[in-house]
């Protein structure tokens, strides 16, 4: 990995023939789904776990997925993202079958609990085991920052917390700053996302940080713009450019565009991920949905924040697009 990209020579992105995500941690898990196809993508959910009749997957609100991709038959797995808790995070690791010895790297796609609260705890439980030389893929050093939620009235704001960087440093896992596209064993990275579309930052969280402002000189909480959220992206040879977007702080329509444009590549296979449109009017919800319908991907897989509204106004405009998610599902992509 080299997340430090001369902005003269044209970032190259990976290529791979076969992508495989996994939902490791998702806030929903129907046991009984129907077998299912798509003739984008290859789809598998988890019923019954075999030899584990006494345990289930499970859920909680907040995201993370095992990426497994291949080239020329060589194989490279990343876990993006962490979910809330290393509890349901270690659980269903265990439970999937995913070994962490075969992991080649972390990404952090932003600093939110929900995203970021199992990995301390998933690091101290399998160190051991994973490669030595383990990095974990960040945005940019702010996502070390503090989060405050947002005050009722008449009450004081609640600190989110922090992700804690020397409780990593301690376990040799060195954050690399991929605040520019970085090529990947596999995936590569959006590095910040460009804000061009008609898209407003959504997440609602404030954060105290590096005096920029009147507002935060005088030491005042303001709307977290979300700098360091980056995008995981794969181009699948003779399929075209996979983007998945954790939560879309920055609007799922322009971190589809970063992409598009960081990789150079036309074609939109598929968008996967929290698109943060759960509290969005019918309105925006609308326009959203213009935009991905004009962008032509081949397929749309909701997950985590993304709203019920969303994926109901995608099912009426492009209901051959939209793929069910389910925690411990697997979507393959490619030959």
């Known amino acids: 990995m080299n997340p430090n990209v001369d902005a003269r020579t044209p970032f190259a992105p990976p290529v791979v023939d076969r992508l495989s995500v996994r939902v490791v941690v998702d806030s929903h898990y129907e046991r009984f789904l129907p077998k299912a196809t798509h003739p984008a993508v290859g789809i598998e959910h988890v019923g019954e776990i075999r030899?584990?009749?006494?345990?289930?997957?499970?859920?909680?609100?907040?995201?993370?997925?095992?990426?497994?991709?291949?080239?020329?038959?060589?194989?490279?797995?990343?876990?993006?993202?962490?979910?809330?808790?290393?509890?349901?995070?270690?659980?269903?690791?265990?439970l999937l079958g995913i070994d962490p010895a075969r992991i080649r790297g972390l990404i952090l796609s932003h600093g939110h609990r929900d995203h970021y609260g199992g990995l301390v705890g998933f690091v101290n439980q399998h160190r051991a085991h994973m490669r030595e030389d383990?990095?974990?893929?960040?945005?940019?050093?702010?996502?070390?920052?503090e989060?405050?939620?947002?005050?009722?009235?008449?009450?004081?704001?609640?600190?989110w917390g922090a992700l804690d960087r020397t409780a990593l440093t301690a376990q040799n896992i060195v954050p690399a700053c991929c605040d520019a596209p970085a090529a990947l064993e596999g995936p590569f990275t959006t590095g910040c996302i460009e804000r061009t579309s008609f898209e407003k930052v959504t997440g609602g969280t404030r954060?105290?940080?590096?005096?920029?402002?009147?507002?935060?000189?005088?030491?005042?909480?303001?709307l977290d713009e979300h700098p360091d959220e980056h995008g995981t992206c794969f181009v699948v040879q003779g399929r075209g450019l996979v983007v998945i977007s954790s939560c879309g702080h920055a609007g799922i329509v322009n971190t589809v565009r970063t992409a598009m444009k960081v990789a150079n590549v036309p074609k939109l296979h598929a968008v996967i991920g929290g698109f943060?449109?759960?509290?969005?009017?019918?309105?925006?919800?609308?326009?959203?949905v213009d935009e991905l319908a004009a962008l032509r991907p081949d397929a749309i897989i909701p997950m985590h924040c993304t709203g019920a509204p969303f994926i109901e106004a995608m099912r009426h405009r492009m209901p051959d697009r939209v793929v069910a998610n389910n925690l411990g599902s697997r979507f393959t992509f490619g030959a």
Request: hydrophobic fraction near 40%; charge should be negative.
């Open 134 to 145: 383990l990095a974990l893929c960040v945005g940019g050093d702010t996502v070390f920052r």
């Open 147 to 159: 989060k405050w939620l947002p005050a009722r009235v008449g009450e004081a704001p609640v600190s």
């Open 276 to 288: 943060h449109l759960g509290m969005a009017s019918a309105e925006y919800i609308g326009h959203t």
């Open 51 to 94: 030899g584990r009749q006494m345990s289930t997957l499970a859920g909680e609100w907040g995201l993370s997925l095992h990426l497994e991709s291949e080239y020329r038959g060589a194989k490279s797995q990343y876990l993006l993202d962490f979910g809330y808790t290393s509890e349901v995070l270690n659980r269903n690791i265990d």
């Open 207 to 222: 954060v105290r940080f590096e005096h920029f402002s009147d507002a935060e000189r005088r030491g005042e909480l303001v």
